[in-house]
Each structure stands twice: as structure tokens, then as C-alpha cells.
């Protein structure tokens, strides 16, 4: 897991060659214009996804894990977001299957950790990030780019 602003993005482009696709996506589009849904950037190896939620408490945190995609998580509108974190390794109370074709499964494993996410500011969270998104108090807009490994 990765945390830092996006003024220092730069710094993370060497660490996939998707990365600075994203970047660079990052800072020629008005995400926060965008509507909700899908977004194609390049196929299925590299798409974003525009939401808007309002945020659950920390006691209804569940963990995800993703095989297929690394999460690049972003902050648009809103209230900071909270997020849960816990090592794959360490996420063991499944709460069903693996969805192939959603590239998630979910756990009820509590978080190790818990960290914010503010406006201008993003997450990185590879496979072995288990990840408990959408959580604090109050409505955010935010982002999230799915890069295939």
C-alpha cells in the first residue's frame, strides 16, 4: 500500500509501466466533472471508475482483495476518506467465493489498520493489499483507476 500526493506522482510512474498512463490521465482530465461509471483509458488494461458514495462507519469495514488489478485510489470531492488495511496474508474469514469476473473477494477479517485518504491525495493497493474502502463520515466523489498486472 502506497500513500502520498498527487504532486509527488511522478515518483511512483517507475513501479508499472501503466502508472504514467494514469498519471498523465490524472492531469489532463477534470475527474471531478466526469460522471459516474466506467471509463475506458485503455481496454481492460487500464480504466477508471468514477464514484460517488456516502462514506460507512468504520465498524462496517470489509476487506477486498483483487488478483488481476492493482488499485490506484483517488480523492476528488468530499470529506477524507477512510480506509482499512490489512495484509493479504492475514485476511481469513472469507465471506464467499473469489468473483472471477468482478476480481474480488471480500472478508470480515478486522483491519490491521486504518489510514485517511484526503482530496488530491491517492492510494496504491496491489494484490496483496487487503483493502476496506468507502469509510468516515460525510459524501465524497472519488476514483478509482484498475491497472492490470
Not at 483509458?41 to 470489509?62: C, H, K, M, N, Y
Not at 482499512?84 to 473477494?105: A, H, I, N, T, Y
Amino acid at each position: 500500500m502506497i500513500l502520498d500526493s498527487l504532486k509527488n506522482a511522478s515518483r511512483y510512474e517507475a513501479l508499472h509501466p501503466r502508472f504514467k498512463t494514469v498519471f498523465d490521465y490524472i492531469n489532463s482530465h477534470d475527474l471531478v466533472a466526469m460522471e459516474c461509471g466506467r471509463h475506458d483509458i485503455d481496454g481492460d488494461d487500464i480504466f477508471v471508475v468514477i464514484q460517488e458514495w456516502d462514506l460507512r462507519p468504520t465498524s462496517e469495514a470489509r476487506l477486498e482483495l483483487h488478483r488481476k488489478y492493482i488499485d490506484i485510489q483517488v480523492v476528488l470531492d468530499g470529506v477524507d476518506e477512510v480506509f482499512g488495511w490489512s495484509e493479504k496474508k492475514d485476511c481469513l474469514k472469507p465471506e464467499g467465493e473469489f468473483d472471477e469476473q468482478k476480481d474480488v473477494q471480500f472478508f470480515t477479517d478486522i483491519p490491521q489498520c486504518f489510514y485517511s485518504v484526503a482530496k488530491g491525495q491517492f492510494s496504491i493497493l496491489y494484490p496483496e493489499d487487503g483493502h476496506a474502502p468507502m469509510l468516515g463520515e460525510g459524501h465524497v466523489k472519488k476514483c478509482i483507476f484498475k491497472i492490470a498486472l
